[in-house]
């Protein structure tokens, strides 16, 4: 593991879906144990990658529990609890706190659009829901508002506030106050080489084994980022997770296709998928 508490590879991990959709508690934990072998620190649980929107409160509690029960010794488990409703964020929080989790991923409220002193107000409750570090989370594209570099080394004041996954690659910069994540995997180098915690990654469910070199040999670093990036344009061809999903099928790893309103990839973005595994050895040509 890096010297950041957490960990420098923290694969977002999918959520498994059998034929039915209902959730693959069985694949699930495989999956869990096979990114960890792979060279992941730790695995964001029930996050955008997971399908939170989704999930019923039921099934994302459980899979908090059962990442907690059964993660492998040493590595991390973060729980994706946020909301745009302060009293739900906070019970999620809680909840997750009390099953085991080593920090919470928090989004920025979405569709309400708090002004500032509702921002502070909404971490600060979530803040006191938990002992665990808040990991914020800046998604704009899914959020509709972003959250500023100038915003976030505020909201760093707030006690446990502790990082932030960094998914607008304009504001990649070091944060006052904040441990940053790469929250996008094309800039998953760029934020090691700017002293950033690491990553919080999708291509890690597949490349582990690359990106865990990218930690551990800098000097090789910018040579492994541009052999990934043909599958980093793979997995973003359309919305995620279905990308991922599609690989991970494609590799022998059983996690069923999106819930609605995702849908599986077509033969279009199949075929990409496939061109940048095969183009790594991760497939027969």
Same mark, same amino acid.
């Given at each position: 593991?890096?010297?950041?508490?957490?960990?420098?590879?923290?694969?977002?991990?999918?959520?498994?879906?059998g034929a039915?959709?209902?959730?693959?508690?069985?694949?699930?934990?495989?999956?869990?144990?096979?990114?960890?072998?792979?060279?992941?620190?730790?695995?964001? /649980?029930?996050?955008? @990658? =997971?399908?939170?929107? #989704?999930?019923?409160?039921?099934e994302h &509690?459980?899979? +908090? %529990?059962?990442?907690?029960?059964?993660?492998?010794?040493?590595?991390?488990?973060?729980?994706?609890?946020?909301?745009?409703?302060?009293?739900?964020?906070?019970?999620?929080?809680?909840?997750?706190?009390?099953?085991?989790?080593?920090?919470?991923?928090?989004?920025?409220?979405?569709?309400?659009?708090?002004?500032?002193?509702?921002?502070i107000?909404?971490?600060?409750?979530?803040?006191r829901?938990?002992?665990?570090?808040?990991?914020?989370?800046? /998604?704009?594209?899914? @959020? =509709?508002?972003?959250? #500023?570099?100038?915003?976030?080394?505020? &909201?760093?004041? +707030? %006690?446990?506030?502790?990082?932030?996954?960094?998914?607008?690659?304009?504001?990649?910069?070091p944060?006052?106050?904040?441990?940053?994540?790469?929250?996008?995997?094309?800039?998953?180098?760029?934020?090691?080489?700017?002293?950033?915690?690491?990553?919080?990654?999708?291509?890690?469910?597949?490349?582990?084994?690359?990106?865990?070199?990218?930690?551990?040999?800098?000097?090789?670093?910018?040579?492994?980022?541009?052999?990934?990036?043909?599958?980093?344009?793979?997995?973003?061809?359309?919305?995620?997770?279905?990308?991922?999903?599609?690989?991970?099928?494609?590799?022998?790893?059983?996690?069923?296709?999106p819930?609605?309103?995702?849908?599986?990839?077509?033969?279009?973005?199949?075929?990409?998928?496939?061109?940048?595994?095969?183009?790594?050895?991760?497939?027969?040509?």
């Amino acid at each position: 593991m890096s010297d950041t508490a957490l960990g420098a590879i923290l694969t977002a991990m999918v959520t498994p879906f059998g034929a039915d959709a209902s959730v693959d508690e069985s694949a699930f934990t495989a999956l869990h144990h096979h990114v960890v072998e792979q060279g992941s620190d730790g695995v964001v /649980v029930c996050a955008t @990658t =997971g399908e939170s929107p #989704t999930l019923s409160n039921e099934e994302h &509690l459980r899979l +908090i %529990e059962l990442a907690c029960a059964e993660r492998p010794p040493g590595s991390t488990v973060i729980a994706s609890t946020g909301s745009n409703n302060t009293r739900q964020a906070c019970a999620m929080t809680e909840r997750a706190t009390e099953l085991g989790a080593d920090a919470v991923l928090s989004v920025n409220p979405y569709y309400n659009r708090p002004n500032r002193r509702g921002l502070i107000r909404h971490y600060s409750e979530i803040s006191r829901a938990t002992d665990r570090p808040v990991v914020l989370y800046n /998604v704009p594209k899914r @959020t =509709g508002y972003d959250l #500023t570099n100038e915003m976030l080394a505020e &909201l760093a004041q +707030i %006690e446990r506030v502790d990082y932030v996954k960094q998914a607008n690659n304009a504001n990649l910069a070091p944060v006052d106050g904040l441990g940053v994540y790469a929250g996008n995997d094309d800039v998953f180098a760029a934020t090691l080489d700017m002293g950033g915690c690491g990553g919080i990654l999708v291509a890690s469910h597949l490349v582990g084994p690359w990106m865990r070199r990218m930690v551990e040999e800098p000097a090789r670093r910018g040579e492994l980022d541009e052999e990934l990036r043909p599958l980093y344009a793979a997995l973003a061809a359309t919305t995620n997770p279905i990308p991922v999903k599609a690989a991970l099928n494609l590799l022998g790893h059983p996690v069923g296709r999106p819930r609605l309103p995702l849908v599986e990839a077509d033969a279009e973005e199949t075929a990409q998928v496939r061109t940048a595994l095969t183009g790594l050895g991760l497939l027969d040509g």
